[in-house]
């Protein structure tokens, strides 16, 4: 399907584990976000992507790290999860100088 | 820098009024984007609108306006005749030309439409 999809939709696991969240985008944008959205916190930026192997950090990037080897993915690892990263995340994208994000459907995950 | 002011955390209003969605932005750069989004309860953010800088004329989509003011740099929303399918929260945001890198959002306003 077209779009941009995020897999799993929901995780639960245990403090310390890996877990690593999928996002995949069929529109070939070069740009490719993650954010957490946690309640008074809004979304906050963790890390973005402008293409391939091209990634840098964002606002709360501690905890989490990201690669891109190809365009259309952008996972996110938790190498070792802790109870401060239970939240929703959202994967987006966006073409060249359009300025506008596009979302996936988010994943909610919860450490236990 | 870039800021988005978004005062109003929660209105509640009754079905078929109209409620009007305050954004003010901060930004030294003379060309920037605007826009809104909107998550309802089930979750996923929905693109509503984007407006450039040069760009002041009002818009209107169906029951949903926009009115953008540089001269008070804010980028209102407003809905008219409003439905309980409004209910959602509302994000304003704002990025800055050739800054595909960096989208700054408001942390949001909480609509509920009271049937």
């Known amino acids: 399907d077209a779009g941009i999809t995020q897999s799993p939709r929901y995780k639960i696991t245990e403090t310390g584990r890996q877990v690593t969240l999928m996002c995949h985008q069929t529109?070939?944008?070069?740009?490719m976000f993650w954010y957490r959205q946690d309640l008074g916190h809004g979304l906050r930026l963790i890390y973005y992507s402008a293409a391939a192997d091209i990634t840098d950090k964002g606002e709360v990037p501690d905890g989490y790290v990201v690669s891109r080897s190809k365009t259309e993915n952008f996972p996110l690892t938790l190498e070792s999860a802790t109870r401060s990263q239970t939240s929703v995340y959202f994967c987006?994208?966006?073409?060249?100088?359009?300025?506008?994000?596009?979302f996936g459907p988010g994943t909610r995950l919860t450490v236990l | 820098a870039q800021k988005v002011t978004q005062a109003q955390t929660e209105i509640s209003v009754v079905e078929k009024e109209d409620v009007t969605l305050d954004c003010v932005y901060e930004t030294r750069d003379t060309t920037y984007y605007l826009f809104w989004y909107k998550q309802p309860p089930s979750g996923e953010l929905v693109f509503l609108i984007r407006r450039n800088s040069f760009d002041e004329q009002n818009e209107i989509s169906g029951r949903y306006s926009w009115n953008f003011q540089k001269s008070t740099s804010s980028f209102n929303f407003t809905i008219t005749a409003s439905q309980v399918v409004d209910s959602a929260v509302y994000f304003c945001?704002?990025?800055?030309?050739?800054?595909?890198?960096?989208?700054?959002f408001g942390k949001g306003t909480r609509l509920h439409i009271l049937p």
């Open positions: 987006a994208s966006t073409g060249q100088g359009r300025g506008e994000q596009f």
């Open positions: 529109w070939s944008h070069s740009y």
């Open positions: 945001a704002l990025s800055e030309r050739g800054r595909d890198d960096k989208i700054i």
